[in-house]
């Protein structure tokens, strides 16, 4: 026996350590639950907890894109009430413009019962260093001819009808090289030619020639139609004096006009198809 002990002891003693070990493991679990059932739970814990993690992870993401695609429909909406906003603005601000051109007409049409119009909407223009010329959408079929006046809503003078098709026409503008149109001083009642120019074209300038040596012109004076030899009526507006300066000779002078006239600007036109001739 003392031989068994010497040879087997420090195994004996492992083992003894080792039955002791487990048998207080099982009196542990004994007294909390089944031996199985909490073994398979300890060794599940770990998965249940990444179970639970994963799938509250998947419904916050549900819940984004629910959120997402609600606030995405939001925007959509929101985007179209502004495009809505901004149509109805867009609409509202040229039925003011539509408005109070028709005031302005109706009040040229009382002052100057002399004219008769016909508006026409402007199609294309043509302007660059070499002509300014403009199209609209009336012609002789609808009483438009060449030679016709053609202004705006408050009596301002755009240009004169060089061709007249059915229903469309070419409007040579006050600012072409070729224009040529008897003018007058409003305040003084001097005498001129009002006259395009094609170095004051890119300007839109226009020069106001004639005026000879000592005009009673200054800056800031009205220019109009004279409507001498009754080819255009008169008090057209054709723009006011800029600057009064010596011409080539040094001797006769002649005066830069600004017109009131925007002809970038121009949609709508009126065309004088008759007017009275006033002495």
Not at 64 to 93: F, G, P, S, V
Request: charged share 25%; with cysteine; proline share 2%.
């Amino acid at each position: 026996m003392k031989r068994f002990f010497t040879k087997y002891g420090m195994t004996v003693l492992a083992l003894a350590a080792a039955i002791a070990v487990i048998l207080s493991v099982m009196t542990y679990f004994s007294s909390t639950a089944a031996v199985l059932p909490n073994l398979a739970g300890i060794v599940a814990a770990p998965f249940r907890n990444a179970g639970a993690t994963v799938t509250e992870k998947v419904n916050d993401w549900l819940d984004y894109l629910t959120n997402y695609d609600a606030l995405k429909a939001e925007n959509e909406a929101l985007k179209l009430r502004i495009a809505q906003m901004e149509e109805e603005n867009r609409q509202a601000k040229y039925d003011r413009e539509e408005n109070a051109r028709l005031r302005e007409l109706m009040e040229l049409q009382e002052q100057r019962r002399d004219l008769k119009f016909a508006s026409a909407r402007v199609v294309e223009l043509d302007y660059s260093n070499w002509a300014s010329m403009l199209t609209i959408n009336k012609g002789v079929g609808q009483d438009v001819n060449v030679g016709d006046c053609v202004i705006t809503e408050t009596g301002c003078l755009v240009g004169v009808v060089t061709e007249a098709g059915h229903n469309w026409s070419t409007v040579r503008t006050i600012l072409d090289s070729d224009t040529s149109i008897g003018a007058l001083v409003f305040r003084s009642g001097v005498s001129a030619v009002a006259q395009g120019e094609f170095s004051l074209m890119s300007e839109d300038r226009l020069r106001l020639a004639y005026l000879g040596t000592d005009p009673d012109v200054v800056s800031g004076d009205l220019v109009v139609t004279s409507g001498l030899a009754g080819y255009y009526p008169s008090q057209l507006v054709i723009g006011y004096v800029e600057e009064l300066t010596a011409g080539d000779d040094g001797m006769d002078q002649y005066a830069i006009i600004d017109p009131s006239v925007d002809l970038e600007g121009l949609t709508e036109v009126f065309v004088v198809t008759s007017f009275d001739i006033v002495e």
